[in-house]
């Protein structure tokens, strides 16, 4: 028993040891990272510009209030700003595009007029052709305009003299369609008539109640209807030769 307890003391005075040298290792690390942590504090503070600080944060800012999420080119247009603020393709090199771009947005476009003024060339050019495109002069496309305006202004009093002379002869337009209608209208009834009474002649030359669509009323109404035709064919010449008889007796009276 008394041998237990001395082997048990032995590992226990082992064990408080290890614990003794793990804490004493944990404590000079720790004032080593603090230590670590002071000294690049310092180097900050050391190097801290409180004017580079604002600007990046202004930046930052700037970059939260653009909410369209437009590119900055695009803002800076929709702004009426300078799209870019360094070429950023060879076309922005050229002439033309700085030309264009001093156009529209002037001396805050960065570029000086002097070296954008056209050459001697370039305005013979483009005194070359405007004379080719455009060779009226001005009194000669004013007269051209109004002599156009002149045309148009005839044509239209025209067609309103034409409208006006129409309406006049609408009422007598109106009498002619009524005439006509109702001559047509009764040629209408009248053939239907004439049709009725040469079907109602077939009925009587049979002598008995006959279907209409009956092969043999169909041949006898055929001829009746030629004998018909005939008839008012030669009362059409007869009249014909008449009034040509009569017009020849006034010629010889």
Not at 18 to 39: I, P, W, Y
Not at 50 to 71: D, F, G, H, Y
Not at 120 to 131: F, M, S
């Amino acid at each position: 028993m008394s041998l237990f307890c001395k082997v048990r003391g032995l590992l226990t005075g082992q064990s408080v040891c290890s614990r003794l040298v793990g804490s004493t290792r944990f404590a000079s690390t720790a004032e080593e990272k603090s230590e670590e942590k002071n000294a690049e504090y310092g180097t900050l503070a050391d190097t801290y510009d409180p004017e580079e600080t604002m600007i990046e944060r202004e930046a930052v800012i700037q970059a939260l209030r653009n909410k369209s999420r437009l590119s900055p080119a695009h803002r800076n247009i929709l702004h009426g700003k300078v799209p870019y603020d360094e070429p950023m393709t060879d076309a922005h090199l050229t002439l033309l595009y700085k030309k264009k771009i001093f156009g529209r947005y002037g001396r805050s476009s960065g570029f000086d007029p002097a070296y954008l003024w056209p050459t001697p060339e370039e305005v013979a050019k483009k005194l070359e052709y405007d004379r080719i495109a455009n060779p009226y002069s001005v009194m000669e496309l004013a007269a051209r305009e109004r002599a156009k305006v002149e045309a148009q202004e005839a044509l239209y009093k025209e067609r309103q003299m034409k409208i006006v002379e129409k309406m006049k002869k609408l009422d007598q337009w109106k009498r002619e369609v009524r005439e006509r209608a109702d001559k047509k209208l009764k040629e209408v009834s009248a053939a239907k008539a004439k049709k009725e009474a040469l079907i109602e002649e077939v009925r009587r030359h049979f002598g008995f109640k006959i279907d209409p669509k009956d092969d043999r009323f169909k041949e006898v109404l055929l001829q009746k209807e030629r004998a018909v035709k005939k008839k008012a064919k030669e009362e059409k010449n007869k009249a014909r030769q008449e009034k040509l008889l009569q017009s020849m007796m006034e010629k010889k009276s």
